[in-house]
């Protein structure tokens, strides 16, 4: 990952938003001391698999794509990273190496941290230890739902599923029936556990029902009644 670093003033960041109360303004200097900003084009690798962790990031602006490399080498896309999230963590606090590769699905700015000092603030700061806690919690969670979806339901309920929990967690903020990602069918095939061809007969079903359109990779949601129906969510 090529470094461009900005030496910011205390922006938007780690310590200024979500984890803001669980530090000291001693624990907080060192943060900011410590801290890298990086400005990464489309499609730059952040991290491969079996890699070593060495940072915690901060998306402030874009997206990152998680992705796993199968035996055919083919990348499956298992989730998104957006503005306000953190990710890389988890590898670390296992004493594992990634079992994912991270890369950036637009044009991103992230903050990074080393691990090293998040380890010694964990140690320090209970409130920071449940913080990351319940965010792994949540993401157990969530991967626990989708899993059952994934696994079980019928190319409707999949995608459909995957088409609320992206608007869910990924809504356009400035027009809320919007995902505010940008998305290929492909990758909606990947996070929903298909293959494109049935992904794209799958969406244009939901299109001529009214559930949805698309267009310019931006997915609207027109009908979400209907679209927890198809995902059977009552």
Known sequence: MKQMIIQNPWSPDL?????????????????LAAQREYI???????YRQDDAPRYLYYVM??????????????????RFIGPGEIFGYRAALADEHYAA??????STTLLAYPISLVR???????RLMRLILQQLARELGTADRR?????QGMLRERMAETLLYLHSTYANPTNHHAIGLAL??????????MST???????????????ISFASRTVRILDEAKLRAFAQLG
Do not use: M, W
């Open 15 to 31: 310590v200024s938003h979500t984890f803001r109360e669980a530090f000291t303004p001693e624990q907080r200097a060192r943060l």
């Open 40 to 46: 990464l084009p489309k499609d730059e690798i952040i």
């Open 61 to 78: 602006e874009g997206t990152v794509r998680i992705y796993r490399e199968g035996r055919t080498e083919r990348a499956q896309t298992l």
């Open 101 to 106: 590769n991270a890369a950036t699905h637009c």
């Open 120 to 126: 010694r603030l964990l140690d320090e700061s209970p």
């Open 147 to 151: 899993l059952v979806t994934l696994t």
């Open 184 to 193: 290929t069918r492909r990758e909606l095939a990947e996070l929903s556990n």
């Open 197 to 211: 061809s049935n992904a794209i007969r799958t969406l244009k079903a939901f299109e001529q029902e009214g559930a």
